[in-house]
């Protein structure tokens, strides 16, 4: 059973509406439309207008105003005492009308309560009725074989406040879902007695005794057992615990409200709240005297039988055909609660009825003097409204306009002649600039807007809006409904904000050309110097392949290196470009830690085997073992500070340790500190370490190289990771760089404490040999370095100059392996990996690698777009090629990050 407390509700009355303009009426009238938006305007000149409007009237010579102030004081006197009375006259008003209003509340509540209970009760015993028929159907049919715990059991009636027994013609009872101790006798009880004496077959509610089989209250139910011969058979009795509808007469929350289930006889059956005795408790008075009256239902106020407390009283009789006696729900809502929102009012009234008896004799007091302080500010607001910076006008109600400032006349250019009346019409001032073309040539005019104006212009069609004059000044209308139906209207000279907003505008375009020039720029030089850098190091590293003199290959090496080193400085300034330009974007991708940690260990390591130092690892046990971020950009970091500490350092070790700091959840801190023992840096010195193109001195430049950018990059790197970077260090004593990144927590990490999952190494991909593999490139020294290359690998190369040559070569005869150049003449690579992946046939499928000497994430990302499987940057090593050959033979392939060559090389 479903219900619910109907509650009245009262819609709001409207607000007032707002007046919108807006709109395009024509070239070079309105600039700019907001259609839709609520209208803004200041709120203290339309309270300056609205009261410039009602002081209209011209001060009276000073005799006649002393006769009208003594006539107005006695007036004033009479209207006072008028006023209190009306005051307390209307409360008393008020509150006797609340009080019957409240009264008739609570009978209207307590009625409908006691219907809506009698429903469910009606609801209830119904079905108890059906399932006590049905269960005499099924003894009737046989009455031997009828085993009552198991058609218990098939009715699934588990509920532990409702059992059914079956009583035999002595009272005796037979069967029961109770456990029957001992023979029970139940021949007394009401129920079964009423059924034995009873002629008509009818359902007993009895009064609530303490059960025999129960041993605790109950209420019961039952009905005859009728023999084939017509006799008493016995009875089929349905116990039911009184807190069953207890519960749900508590579930209302009336407050001291009082439910009862009252019998025909009196007998409360059940009521809510329960009494101490449930067995007890008889109703009489006024409501026996309406149930003997054989009235169905009924509200009256009295005081009730039960606890005594005064109550709004309303019944309703069970309308269940089948009862024995008749049955009633009694709902009884305490008088105090019902009338206490009348009994706070009655104190609140009184209160505030002496606040306004004090309030009207001190507000009668104060009018004759704010009435002459009116007169005075008259001229004070007249002179503000004068002199403020916007037009205004005021259309009351009637289209007139009472007020109107001359800087509005200024603006619109408004004649003399239009304004000599006393309150000239607004539909006037529209007509004459419609004729004057105010608004443009009358073709030109928005159609919509035009019928807007000829109606009158005062609408909700438009919102605020910005309209350029024939004169060149921009105005900018601003309009306001007022509650009488009025408005005010501003206007605005907004020709220098306009002039401003169009010279941002060209400012911030010019910005973004800018921009987007340094952007090319930087592609442009990226991969003009680094495609004769592919070539100067590739030829180097197949000279030092090559069988040369000791000489020859120190030469060698010494022009292999300085091209890394120039590559180094190339990728150095483009990264401080990007960081500059705020156009350095990280990845966020999971990695491994401690591999990250350890990748950059091992790169260095020959380095410092070199020069006798040790480089070391200290990682805490507390650090995670995966992460998500950018690897490749810890890396760097990290190879730049470890390479710094090499470098700078001539005996001893360098050191890098790695710990986890606190984090919110679903985020990971890690510190970094790199720690060497090198010649260390001054304090004064160390304020201008990350700056960039800055070294500690000239003489730093000059013994160790390098351009002053690295620890800048480094800094900018580790600040847009969600860090800091400091020093520590003192000359001579070596210095300790630490620096801490915000990460976000990967998924696959355990909790502290678990197991880690197995990690799933990549293994190196075999490098297969003997593949045919089709060169696109067009530059003549970068193709005869990758041939060489290609062929020392085991390869064989067809080598082609352009992505067209390339699209006919795959078609002709299909690779193994594709490598294409991104930019070429006739048809570029990206273009020429499109057009192969949309042929038909398995040549669609033939793996590409993209080579490019660009290095700005773009291209990575329109590489993979095109379909290329790998992306590498120029130069690229033997090494390299083989590696990313075997990766998408194998399956593997992906991106090879930019740069990531020459942090190898560093």
């Given amino acids: 059973m479903a219900w619910y407390h109907p509650h009245e509700c009262q819609a709001s009355p409207p607000l007032p509406g707002r007046l919108a303009f807006g709109g395009r009426h024509g070239p070079g009238v309105v600039s700019r439309a907001r259609r839709g938006r609520p209208a803004m305007f200041p709120g203290p000149i339309s309270t300056v207008c609205r009261r410039l409007r009602h002081a209209t009237m011209p001060l009276p010579a000073p005799a006649v105003r002393g006769r009208r102030r003594r006539d107005v004081g006695i007036l004033h006197y009479v209207l006072v005492l008028s006023i209190i009375l009306g005051i307390w006259a209307s409360i008393g008003i008020f509150l006797r009308q609340e009080r019957l209003q409240l009264e008739q509340a609570a009978r209207l509540e307590a009625s409908n309560l006691a219907r809506a209970l009698a429903d469910s009760t009606f609801a209830t015993l119904q079905q108890i009725d059906a399932l006590l028929l049905f269960a005499r159907d099924a003894y009737a049919a046989d009455p031997d074989a009828f085993d009552l715990p198991a058609f218990v059991r098939r009715q699934f009636l588990t509920a532990p406040d409702l059992h059914l027994s079956l009583v035999g013609p002595d009272g005796i009872v037979r069967q029961s879902s109770f456990l029957i101790p001992s023979r029970t006798d139940l021949s007394d009880r009401e129920h079964v007695r009423s059924q034995k004496e009873s002629t008509e077959d009818r359902l007993c509610v009895g009064v609530p005794v303490i059960g025999r089989l129960s041993g605790r209250a109950a209420l019961h139910t039952s009905r005859r057992i009728i023999r084939p011969d017509g006799g008493y058979g016995g009875a089929l009795v349905v116990t039911v615990d009184p807190s069953h509808f207890e519960r749900f007469f508590r579930s209302l929350e009336i407050g001291r409200g009082i439910v009862l289930l009252v019998g025909g006889d009196g007998v409360i059956r059940a009521r809510a709240p329960a009494a101490a005795d449930p067995a007890s408790g008889h109703v009489v008075g006024r409501l026996a005297e309406e149930a003997a009256a054989g009235r169905d239902s009924g509200a009256f106020r009295g005081i009730s039988e039960v606890d005594g407390i005064e109550r709004v009283i309303g019944f309703r009789r069970v309308a269940l055909p089948s009862l024995m006696h008749p049955l009633y729900v009694v709902v009884g809502r305490d008088t105090t609660e019902a009338l206490a929102p009348y009994y706070q009012d009655r104190r609140k009234y009184n209160v505030a009825g002496a606040c306004l008896t004090l309030l009207v004799a001190a507000a009668a007091a104060a009018l004759l003097v704010q009435r002459w302080r009116l007169l005075q500010s008259q001229a004070a607001l007249t002179a503000t409204l004068e002199n403020v910076s916007q037009g205004v006008i005021m259309i009351d109600a009637e289209g007139r306009v009472p007020v109107i400032n001359r800087r509005a006349i200024e603006l619109l250019s408004l004649p003399p002649e239009l304004l000599d009346r006393h309150r000239p019409a607004f539909n006037d001032i529209l007509r004459h600039q419609l004729d004057s073309g105010e608004f443009g040539p009358p073709e030109h005019i928005d159609p919509d807007f035009l019928r807007f104006v000829v109606s009158g212009g005062i609408s909700m069609e438009y919102g605020i809006y910005e309209r350029e004059r024939l004169n060149g000044t921009v105005l900018e209308v601003r309009t306001q409904l007022l509650a009488d139906g009025g408005a005010v209207r501003t206007y605005t000279d907004v020709t220098e904000r306009r002039q401003n907003e169009q010279a941002l505008a060209t400012a911030r375009d010019a910005a973004e050309a800018a921009g987007r020039a340094r952007s090319d720029f930087l592609a442009v030089m990226s991969h003009e110097i680094r495609t004769p850098l592919h070539g100067i190091i590739g030829v180097a590293g197949l000279l030092l392949e090559m069988k040369l003199g000791a000489t020859e290959q120190h030469y060698v090496r010494i022009v292999l290196e300085s091209g890394n080193h120039l590559l180094q400085l190339i990728n150095d300034i483009l990264d401080f470009s990007r960081l500059d330009a705020a156009r350095l974007e990280l990845d966020d991708t999971a990695f491994d830690v401690r591999d990250v940690a350890g990748n950059a260990i091992e790169l260095l390591s020959s380095e410092a085997r070199a020069k006798g130092l040790t480089l070391g690892l200290d990682i805490a046990g507390d650090v995670p073992r995966r992460a998500s971020g950018d690897a490749r950009r810890l890396r760097q970091v990290l190879l730049n500070l470890l390479g710094n500490g090499i470098k700078f350092t001539a005996a001893g070790s360098v050191r890098l340790g790695v710990a986890a700091l606190p984090a ?221 050959i075997a990766q998408v033979m194998t399956g593997r392939g992906g991106i090879h990050p930019p740069g990531a060559a020459e942090e190898n090389a560093a």
């Fill in 664 to 884: 919110e959840p679903g985020r990971v801190r890690l510190a970094f500190t790199v720690t060497d023992t090198g010649i260390g840096i001054a304090p004064d010195a160390q304020e201008r370490l990350f700056t960039a193109f800055t070294q500690v001195d000239s003489s730093i430049s000059r013994r160790f190289g390098g351009s002053g950018l690295g620890l800048a990059i480094c800094r900018r790197l580790v600040e847009q990771m969600g860090g800091g970077i400091a020093v520590e260090s003192a000359p001579g004593k070596g210095s300790t760089f630490r620096f801490d990144i915000l990460l976000r927590a990967d998924a696959a990490e355990p909790a502290p404490g678990g197991m880690a999952p197995a990690a799933d190494p990549a293994e190196p991909a075999e490098r297969p040999q003997g593949l045919h593999v089709l060169l696109a490139e067009d530059n003549a020294t970068n193709r005869l370095v990758a041939t060489r290359m290609l062929e020392r690998l085991g390869h064989r190369v067809t080598a082609v100059t352009n992505g067209l040559e390339a699209l006919q070569a795959v078609s002709a005869a299909m690779p193994d392996v594709v490598l294409m150049d991104v930019m070429m003449p006739e048809m570029d690579g990206l273009t020429a990996t499109s057009t192969i992946r949309r042929l038909p046939g398995p040549e669609a499928r033939v793996p590409i690698i993209g080579l490019t000497a660009n290095a700005l994430r773009g291209d990575e990302v329109a590489c993979l777009s095109a379909g290329m499987d790998h992306f590498a940057t120029k130069p690229i090593s033997a090494d390299r090629l083989a590696d990313a």
